[in-house]
C-alpha cells in the first residue's frame, strides 16, 4: 500500500487543527471520504438528478442504473448470493431494527430466547430487548472471558434449543474483539436459530463473504466505510427476506394499492419504501470501488500493522490501561490513569489529534470493564505511523500535564 497516495486522495486531511497537522483517530466512528466519493456524489446532484424507477427520461434511466448498479457493487463485495438480498437503509441501526421487528416480532414467542453479548453496541441490545418485552421471549448474554472475547464452549452453553435469534457484532466498537461469527454461526443453525451479523466494523477493515459466514443477516453502513452518512445495507438470505413483513409503508414498496388493502413489491424493493437513498447508495458504490482498487486483505494487513505498532509504543507509558484481547482489530480502547477520558481527548486534539471518549454506545460494556467511559484510538488505511508516534506524543503531554495523578 502506498499510504502517502492514499491519503492524497483525502482532503480532509490536508488541514491544521489547533495550529498542529491533523491526526485523524476516530475512523470507527466516521470515516473519512476520498476524493471519488465526494465527486460520484456531487455528479448525481449536478447532472443525473432525478428520482428512480418510475421515471422513463433519460435522468430517471441515468440515475436508476448508478442506483441499481451500487446494490451489485455491494452484492459483489459481501459475495451475496442475489442483488434480491441486498437492501438499502439508514444504516446498521436501521438494518437491525427492521430485522427485530419484522423478523422477531412475528417469530419469537413466550419461553424463547435471544441471545447477544455484553460487548454489543446499543443498536444490537435496545432492539431485541425491546422484541424481548413485548414477546415475553428471555434476553441471553454468552459470557465475556477476561480479555473481551468469547469461547465457543461459552456459545454452545448459551445457545439452546430454545433459542431463535443469535445476535453479535463482527468486531467490537471498544475492545476490537473478531469474533468467530462463522463458528457461532454454524452453532445457532445446529440449534434452529438465525444469526445476525452487526458488521459496522467489519466490513469496513476485512473482506467479508456473507455466503461462507453462512450468517442469515449481516448490517452495515457506509460511512465507516469511506462511504457517505445516512446509508447503509441488510443483507439476508432470500428465503428469509421473502417470508418477512416489511417495516415502512408508501410509495416505492407497493405492487398494488386498493381501498383496504395492498401488495408488496418483490424483493429487494419491498423494504425500501418510500423515495430511496440515492445519492447515498450512488457513494457507497464508489466507495467499494476505492477499497477493492486498495484491496482489503491490504487495508487489513495495514491496521494491524499499524495497531501492534501502537500497542508496542502504548505499553511503554507508566499508568494505561489498555482494554481488550492481543489479537484486536485496528482500534485501541485505553484510560490514561485517573485521567478522565474527556480531558485526555481534550489534550490530544490541543494537539490536533483526533479520538473519540466516552461510553462508545456501550454502556453495559463500559460496566463489565468498570469504568464508566474510555478513550479510543482508532485506525484506517489513511493513517501512518507517523500518526501514531503524534498520538503517543500527545498522551505523554496529557501525562504530563495531569501529572498530580500519577
Known sequence: MDVKAIRSQFPILDQ????????????AATSQKPTSVIEAVNAYYRIDNSNVHRGVHTLGTRATDKYEGAREKVRQFINANKT??????????TAINTVASSYGLTNLSKGDEI?????????????????AKITGANLKYIPLQPDGTITLEDARNTITDNTKIVAMMHVSNVLGTINPIKEVTKIAHENGAVMLVDGAQGVPHMKVDVQDLDCDFYAFSAHKMCGPTGVGVLYGKKQLLEKMEPV?????????????????????WKFEGGTPIIAGAIGLGAAIDFLQDIGM?????????LVDYAVNQLQTIDGLAIY????????????????????????????????????HCAQPLMKWLNVTATARASFYLYNTTDDVDRFITGLNKAKEFFGDVF
Open 16 to 27: 491544521s487543527v489547533n495550529g498542529s497537522p491533523l491526526v485523524y483517530l476516530d475512523s
Open 324 to 359: 481488550g484481547p492481543e489479537k484486536r482489530a485496528g482500534l485501541i480502547t485505553f484510560n490514561l490513569a485517573d485521567v478522565h477520558p474527556h480531558d485526555t481527548a481534550t489534550v490530544l486534539d490541543a494537539e490536533g489529534i483526533a479520538v473519540r471518549a466516552g461510553h
Open 84 to 93: 434480491e438480498e441486498v437492501i438499502f437503509m439508514r444504516g446498521t441501526t
Open 297 to 305: 486483505d491490504e487495508i487489513t494487513a495495514h491496521e494491524t500493522k
Open 115 to 131: 441471545v447477544i453479548t455484553q460487548m454489543e453496541h446499543h443498536s444490537n441490545i435496545i432492539p431485541w430487548q425491546q422484541v
Open 248 to 268: 415502512e409503508f408508501g410509495g416505492e414498496m407497493i405492487d398494488f394499492v386498493d381501498l383496504y388493502d395492498s401488495t408488496w413489491k418483490e424483493l429487494p
